[in-house]
């Protein structure tokens, strides 16, 4: 079954500190990837995707298909990154994508 | 450029009333069309996605269900609610072809009393 784990729902860092997020998913063949993420009132939205290998707003992403996992990493936190992220997984091919529960990073001063 | 509107922000309805939440897009042809619910610390679960006018994917058997009567419009409907229809309801589009990243509405609160 696919299926994506976000094992953190929340995740308090202090500014300045490295911040990891993590994702594994459950996948049979190579899936497209990404991260949402949805601040305080505002709407949930693309943060950043795999095909992409783009940096936003410092943070990365690599997909280890060893591990299965696409962790989301930033070297420094910033009191702006505190928000909702969530990991989900779209099947090649496919039109739906599945959601992680996600996880709440808050990034202390 | 492109511009999602789903409405109303909030409603609350008693149990065994129908339901209709909708949802338009602008500014892009033939998009794919979702609708979610969002449950705190469950994620976002998909209920139905459409790639075209009149075509319907239902992910989760319930007792909701989704039409989609014009090329951007995206309806939510049920005709009789149960308390177990509370919740916080996503919209969202993405440009045609799969595997693309999704655009979200602001989403509508729906409690049922």
């Known amino acids: 079954a696919q299926r994506v784990t976000q094992p953190e729902k929340l995740l308090s860092v202090f500014k300045g500190a490295p911040v990891e997020l993590k994702c594994n998913y459950s996948?049979?063949?190579?899936?497209?990837l990404f991260w949402y993420v949805q601040y305080s009132r505002q709407r949930l939205q693309l943060l950043l995707r795999?095909?992409s290998r783009e940096s936003i707003k410092g943070f990365t992403a690599d997909l280890n298909k060893g591990e299965t996992s696409f962790h989301l990493k930033k070297p420094f936190a910033q009191e702006e990154d505190s928000a909702m992220y969530y990991c989900?997984?779209?099947?090649?091919?496919?039109?739906?994508?599945?959601f992680g529960a996600g996880t709440r990073l808050f990034v202390k001063a | 450029s492109q511009t999602i509107h789903q409405w109303p922000a909030t409603l609350v309805q008693p149990v065994g009333s129908p339901l209709s939440l909708e949802c338009t897009v602008e500014?892009?042809?033939?998009?794919?069309l979702y609708w979610y619910r969002q449950a705190a610390g469950r994620g976002l679960q998909l209920l139905f996605y459409?790639?075209?006018?009149?075509?319907i994917s239902s992910e989760v058997p319930q007792n909701l269900s989704a039409s989609r009567p014009q090329d951007r419009q995206f309806i939510l409907s049920s005709k009789k609610l149960l308390l177990s229809d509370s919740g916080f309801y996503l919209c969202?589009?993405?440009?045609?072809?799969?595997?693309?990243?999704?655009?979200f509405g602001d989403g509508t609160r729906l409690s049922i009393l």
């Open positions: 795999h095909i």
């Open positions: 989900a997984l779209s099947p090649v091919g496919g039109f739906k994508t599945i």
């Open positions: 459409s790639v075209g006018i009149g075509q």
């Open positions: 996948y049979s063949g190579s899936p497209e």
């Open positions: 500014g892009t042809s033939n998009p794919n």
């Open positions: 969202a589009w993405s440009v045609v072809g799969s595997n693309q990243p999704q655009h």
